[in-house]
């Protein structure tokens, strides 16, 4: 657009004029404006300390139950009433103490059966061989009667036997655990009447999943812990299933376990299984900062603070395993003067 158009020429050269002196007036306007450059942060002293890296066993977990050892569920094995089970729940028992008295009325009838015929099959023995002395009897007959006495003193033994079953006592010292039944109660045959168990010696009792069952030797010592008791234990391998388990790919280990008052039979087990060797990285614990549920460090290089996100897994003497997020050498921060934020310049600290 011409501007001088309609307009004298000295007053397009005026116009003119003003035109070029705005830009240059605007920006010095603008530059005198613009804010001035902050000066550079200040090092921070730190103190840093080289990941370490080592190896370690990887452990695989197992879980059980504590179970005594010596362990027998008593049942009947005559049909009768419960007349008598003088044992609570909870009590100490000694060998050949009295469980449970079932009424065995019948067995003890059949029994006084047996015995007269005892008698009389003696009798008739003792009779006919007096009549073979004197030549009024045969052989044959006296071999009869030896055959009729001994079935009646082999029926006499069945009834006395089945009539000591009606008396049940303990087979060896323990504690009651169980007691399903109580006086006046139907015994039946094969019925659990009571649990006894030897808390003297306990074992664990462990599912291990098939793959890893190979690795553990008959005596081997194991690692335990029991929660309930808040008690960390050494069981030695006593027992491996010679066969796993089909629907559950596990087999049976028994562990004996050390005598402890805190043990109890039917407590949580869990067992640490030997595992493959593994590489792992340390760090001093003072190096690791929880931001809510992350875990973090920095890292210095080039005299500049890094924040690294990691995943840490167990500490021990006051150092932490780190998974994930630093490699071997990394230089970690352990001590600062100050807070540190990513990207802010640092200065190591002898």
Do not use: W
Request: hydrophobic share 45%.
């Amino acid at each position: 657009m011409d501007l001088s158009r309609g307009f004298s020429k000295p007053l397009a050269v005026v116009l003119a004029g003003c035109l070029l002196a705005l830009p240059v007036g605007g920006c010095k306007q603008a530059a005198e404006s613009a804010p001035a450059l902050a000066p550079p942060a200040a090092p921070i002293a730190v103190q840093v300390v080289a990941v370490s890296a080592g190896q370690a066993e990887g452990q695989n977990e197992a879980v059980g139950t504590v179970a005594a050892a010596h362990r027998a569920v008593i049942a009947a094995k005559v049909t009768g009433s419960i007349v008598e089970m003088p044992v609570k729940l909870g009590d100490q028992v000694k060998a050949g103490d009295l469980l449970v008295k079932i009424s065995a009325a019948e067995i003890a009838a059949r029994l006084a059966q047996a015995e007269t015929a005892v008698g009389q099959a003696r009798r008739n023995l003792e009779r006919e061989q007096r009549l073979l002395a004197k030549g009024a009897s045969t052989t044959e007959t006296v071999k009869n009667q030896q055959d009729a006495l001994q079935l009646a003193e082999a029926a006499n033994s069945e009834a006395r036997v089945m009539l000591g079953y009606a008396t049940i006592r303990a087979p060896f010292a323990g504690v009651v655990s169980s007691k399903p039944a109580s006086a006046g109660d139907l015994a039946t045959v094969g019925a659990p009447l009571l649990t006894l168990e030897n808390t003297d010696h306990l074992q664990a009792v462990v599912s291990v999943p098939e793959a890893q069952v190979l690795a553990i030797k008959s005596g081997a010592a194991l690692e335990l812990q029991v929660p309930a008791a808040q008690l960390d234990v050494t069981g030695k391998v006593a027992e491996i299933a010679p066969a796993a388990d089909a629907a559950s790919r596990t087999a049976t280990v028994k562990l004996d376990l050390p005598a402890h008052p805190s043990l109890r039979p039917g407590q949580f087990v869990r067992v640490f299984l030997p595992g493959a060797v593994r590489r792992t990285m340390t760090v001093p614990a003072a190096a690791v900062s929880y931001f809510g549920q992350m875990e973090r460090l920095f890292v210095v290089d080039n005299n500049t603070a890094h924040l690294r996100l990691i995943r840490v897994g167990q500490g021990h003497d006051g150092q932490i395993e780190v998974l994930s997020g630093v490699n071997p050498g990394d230089q970690v921060v352990v001590k600062t003067d100050s807070p540190l934020t990513d990207g802010h310049p640092v200065k190591v600290a002898p």
